[in-house]
């Protein structure tokens, strides 16, 4: 809940800008997910499930010492 709350106050302030949201959520990380189904007459005949991680590349990257 807490990341909730913190995402509505950046999105509820006046001054927002569409860089801030989209900092935030590179910065914590989101994951978008879809189903996508083709059918005919009724029956389904192709069935796709897409899901992307999108996040800051230092977030996944494991940090190695040189």
Known sequence: ????????EILDRADA???DVVD?????GVV???D???????????YIRLSALL???DRIAEVRPP
């Open 32 to 34: 978008l997910s879809g």
């Open 24 to 28: 935030n959520l590179l910065t914590k």
């Open 17 to 19: 800008s569409l860089l």
């Open 36 to 46: 996508v189904v083709v059918g005919l007459a009724g029956v389904d005949l192709i």
């Open 1 to 8: 809940m807490a990341a909730r709350d913190e995402a509505r």
């Open 55 to 57: 996040c800051a590349a």
